[in-house]
């Protein structure tokens, strides 16, 4: 396949640099090899200027011919892209809104701690884990093991019973034997020794989910007006007005189980302050382990695995504060900002963003919906419902 200057496929990319002067797309040539598996939003390593290699964001496909002879990519630091195409085209935004480089919109979307660059490099835990090799010839040595080996023989029998792999550590203590007893099942062939990825799950669910509530009037007739507007696959702004006590949390909930009916994704936005453990066991009440937490008070490793498991649509739920805004929530449906007139959601560092101005940029893309509610909206949300940029609901009761 040819592409500019009759050569081979060549990308746009943006090069992770914080430089006057290179906040513009910069085009290379794709190897043979990288054609067919390369698309918008992977990580690339590139040659630039003087460097041998640096990060880089794929952003779109040459469409143009560019002067001179190309660089070619070095190659791929992901398998899968860290960025959707809608992602892409809400960092454009950004950088146009707030007037901050391309490169640091994008990397607000990108996994905790994965930048080459970062100080502290996240990556997946691993834990060792044993399964049986053949059950037929475990079987068969059983017998002789109670014999000889008897702690070998309780080893092999806890692993010919749990039906898959173990971690070493539970296995060693289940079975009441030691790693030289591993060791000498592995060695015979009987067992097998794996590293298998583990999720650092910083709130783990316990105890039963419960039922929604009933609403009164004013919760059914705003769930009923946000659940039509999912269904539309058109976006829609609300402004869900309630005294303290009304019930804005229970709609929130209920709305997010109709996102998930139409096999779509929400993410809700809550202050930091109000981030706790109790919040989290509300959702996860309603939810069960179908929710991922993304804050600050997390490790990184904690963040970088939530991250992952929105990517890759194990959950589709996300909870957090400001930054969750830029959650890889796959077929975003619904963002909800609690208390949307808290000054926290403005970040005041580069760079500088409102949670609630990307939230809309979001669903903007992605056909979805936008809550903002508040006891005490904002002025600005009052002007845009004012205004009919936003449909006023209020929770009288």
């Not at 809608?86 to 990108?110: G, K, N, S, T």
């Not at 994965?114 to 090799?133: F, G, T, Y």
């Not at 060693?172 to 007893?181: K, V, Y």
């Not at 909800?336 to 893309?365: F, G, I, L, M, N």
């Amino acid at each position: 396949m040819l592409g500019v200057n009759g050569r081979g496929l060549a990308v746009e990319v943006i090069v992770d640099l914080h430089a006057p002067g290179v906040d513009r797309i910069f085009h290379y040539e794709v190897p043979a090899e990288l054609e067919g598996r390369i698309r918008p939003g992977h990580r690339v390593l590139v040659p630039f200027g003087r460097r041998e290699a640096i990060e880089g964001y794929v952003v779109g496909f040459a469409g143009q011919p560019a002067p001179g002879p190309l660089k070619p990519l070095i190659r791929l630091l992901d398998e899968e892209p860290v960025l959707g195409e809608a992602e892409i085209r809400v960092a454009a935004w950004m950088r146009d809104y707030y007037l901050c480089p391309l490169v640091q919109a994008l990397q607000c979307f990108l996994p905790p701690g994965s930048r080459i660059r970062s100080a502290r490099r996240a990556k997946p835990a691993v834990e060792l884990r044993c399964a049986v090799a053949d059950e037929g010839r475990a079987r068969e040595a059983l017998a002789a093991l109670e014999r000889r080996a008897p702690k070998q023989a309780a080893l092999l029998r806890l692993l010919l019973g749990a039906g898959s792999p173990l971690p070493v550590a539970e296995a060693l203590r289940r079975a009441g034997a030691g790693r030289t007893s591993l060791r000498a099942l592995v060695e015979q062939g009987l067992v097998v020794q794996a590293a298998a990825e583990v999720v650092r799950d910083p709130f783990p669910r316990s105890g039963p989910r419960r039922a929604p509530f009933t609403l009164n009037r004013g919760q059914r007739d705003a769930l009923e007006q946000i659940a039509a507007a999912l269904g539309s696959g058109r976006p829609a702004r609300f402004l869900l007005e309630g005294v303290t006590g009304s019930g804005k949390t229970e709609v929130y909930l209920q709305a997010i189980d109709a996102c998930l009916r139409l096999g779509k994704g929400a993410i809700l936005l809550v202050p930091e302050i109000a981030l706790t453990p109790q919040t989290v066991a509300a959702f996860q009440g309603y939810f069960g382990s179908g929710v991922a937490v993304l804050h600050s008070r997390l490790s990184q490793g904690e963040r970088y695995d939530q991250w992952w498991r929105l990517r890759r649509g194990e959950v589709k739920i996300a909870v957090g504060a400001r930054s969750a805004v830029f959650a890889p929530v796959r077929d975003l449906g619904l963002i909800v900002v609690d208390e949307e007139h808290e000054t926290s959601y403005k970040q005041e560092e580069s760079p500088r963003y409102h949670a609630r101005e990307v939230a809309w940029a979001r669903v903007r893309e992605a056909g979805g919906v936008l809550v903002l509610g508040s006891a005490t909206p904002s002025l600005e949300s009052r002007a845009l419902a004012e205004e009919g940029g936003c449909v006023h609901l209020r929770l009288a009761e």
